[in-house]
C-alpha cells in the first residue's frame, strides 16, 4: 500500500484547453521532477467526461486534470529552499484551484507495465460514501468491492485510492464537508468499447448494484496519462 498525493485540478478560465496541458506538461512537469523524494509523478490530462456504464448521475465536480505524486515526506513534499517557492509562484500563474487528497492506494488488479499502460484507456473517477455510512463501513464495503471487479471481463488494471487527507486550499487540512471525497478510481482497459462491455456484462451489473449499496456518487473522467517520473 502507498500513500499518494492527488492534485485536483482546473485552469485558469482564461487559459485555452491546449495551452494550459503544454504548461502544466512541458514547464511545470518538469519543474516538480527536480522535487526530492518524489519516486514518482504522473499527470492525467482529462479528455472527456461520460458517464460510461455508471447508474449515476455526475456530481459537480469539473477539472482539467489529476496529478499524482508518490512521496516520501508527505510534510514537505517538495523539500526545502528555493524549489516549493518556485512550484507555488508557478501554481498561481496557470492554475485557476487546486485541491488536494492524499490517498492511501491499492492496487487491485495489478496494472501493467509502461509500454502496455500506453496503449490502454484509463479513467478516474471520484467516489462518495452514503451519508449513513462511517468512513469504516464504506471501506470494508469498498473491499468486497474490489471482488466484484476482480472478476469483471475486460479489466486491465484497477486501484483504489482511499482518502486519508483533504486540502480545500494546498497545505491547509480541511473538513470532510468542505471536500466530501471518500475515494479515487483508477481502471484501465483496452478500449472505451470493451469498458462499456466490462459493465454491460453480468458481473459488471452486479458490480453496480453492489456500488449502489455503499455509494451516493460517482464521477467519471477518461484521463490521457503522462508519466513524469
Known amino acids: ?14 487559459w ?23 519516486s514518482q509523478y ?21 477539472f482539467d486534470g489529476f496529478s499524482q505524486l508518490w512521496i516520501s515526506d508527505p510534510n514537505k513534499p517538495f523539500g526545502e529552499g528555493e524549489l516549493p517557492q518556485r512550484i507555488i509562484e508557478d501554481e498561481n500563474h496557470f492554475l485557476g484551484r487546486l485541491h488536494i487528497l492524499t490517498v492511501k492506494q491499492t492496487t487491485v488488479v495489478e496494472v501493467p507495465d509502461e509500454a502496455s499502460r500506453a496503449k490502454l484507456k ?13 468512513e469504516q463501513d464504506f471501506l470494508s464495503e469498498w473491499k468486497v468491492h474490489a471482488d466484484f471487479v476482480r472478476t469483471m471481463p475486460g479489466v486491465k488494471g484497477y486501484r483504489q485510492n482511499a482518502v486519508v487527507q483533504r486540502e ?3 497545505g ?31 458481473v459488471g451489473l452486479k458490480t453496480m448494484e453492489h456500488a449502489k449499496t455503499f455509494l451516493a456518487g460517482i464521477t467519471a473522467f477518461l484521463v490521457e496519462e503522462h508519466q513524469i517520473i
Not at 500500500?1 to 482564461?14: C, E, H, N
Not at 514547464?27 to 526530492?36: E, T
Not at 479513467?123 to 462518495?128: A, D, E, Y
Open 42 to 62: 504522473r499527470q492525467n490530462h482529462i479528455v472527456d467526461r461520460v458517464q460510461r456504464g455508471i447508474d449515476f448521475e455526475r456530481e459537480p465536480w469539473e
Open 122 to 134: 484509463k479513467r478516474i473517477s471520484l467516489i462518495r460514501r452514503r451519508p449513513e455510512l462511517s
Open 172 to 202: 491547509t487540512p480541511c473538513s470532510y464537508d468542505d471536500l466530501p471525497i471518500d475515494g479515487v478510481v483508477e481502471f484501465w482497459f483496452d478500449s472505451t468499447d470493451s469498458l462499456q462491455k466490462a459493465f454491460e456484462s453480468e
Open 1 to 14: 500500500m502507498s500513500t499518494v498525493r492527488m492534485g485536483l485540478i482546473s485552469k485558469k478560465p482564461d
Open 168 to 170: 480545500l486550499q494546498k
Open 16 to 38: 485555452s484547453n491546449d495551452e494550459f496541458y503544454k504548461h502544466w506538461l512541458g514547464h511545470h512537469g518538469p519543474l516538480v521532477k527536480n522535487a526530492p523524494g518524489l
